[in-house]
């Protein structure tokens, strides 16, 4: 059953993922390399190595490669699964919006199109 009200869009994008808990001085120390499997406008489907609690707060930066941005974002665990084998574990987070331009940099990468410059005005 499908719980996500916004739609999912399936791209592998690279993700830096640390406990929201800890100082934001020790980000690179604390943070665990991490992937997306799917990304919507209210949250993410991420595999990593590391197990993250369902209710952990967390700061996500995702590399949006398409849009050429980089998403920094907080959010919740609200469900997490173990992999099977050499798999990662994969964690559903929702984005903890607190500004506009997070929610905009999404819409941006999910909908803008690239346009080309004219070479012709007339």
Same mark, same amino acid.
């Not at 209710?55 to 997490?80: K, M, N, T």
């Not at 803008?112 to 005005?121: D, M, Y």
């Given at each position: 059953?499908? @719980? *996500?009200? +916004?739609?999912?869009?399936? !791209? ?6 640390? +406990?929201?808990? *800890?100082? =934001? ?10 992937? #997306?499997?799917?990304? =919507?406008? #209210?949250?993410? *489907?991420?595999?990593?190595?590391? +197990? ?6 967390? @700061?996500?930066?995702? +590399? ?25 574990? !994969? ?5 903890? @919006? #607190?500004?506009?331009? #997070? ?5 941006? @990468? ?11 005005? =007339?």
């Amino acid at each position: 059953m499908e @719980h *996500r009200k +916004d739609k999912r869009f399936e !791209e592998r994008d690279r993700v830096i993922i640390r +406990d929201g808990g *800890r100082s =934001s001085q020790s980000f690179a120390k604390n943070a665990v390399n991490a992937h #997306t499997y799917d990304v =919507s406008l #209210t949250g993410a *489907r991420i595999g990593c190595q590391k +197990d993250f609690p369902v209710g952990a707060l967390v @700061h996500v930066v995702i +590399d949006l490669e398409r849009s050429e941005q980089f998403l920094r974002v907080d959010g919740r665990v609200v469900w997490g699964q173990a992999g099977q084998g050499d798999e990662p574990f !994969e964690i559903g987070v929702q984005f903890l @919006h #607190t500004i506009p331009d #997070t929610i905009l940099a999404l819409i941006k @990468h999910f909908y803008a199109k690239k346009v080309g410059i004219p070479s012709l005005v =007339s």
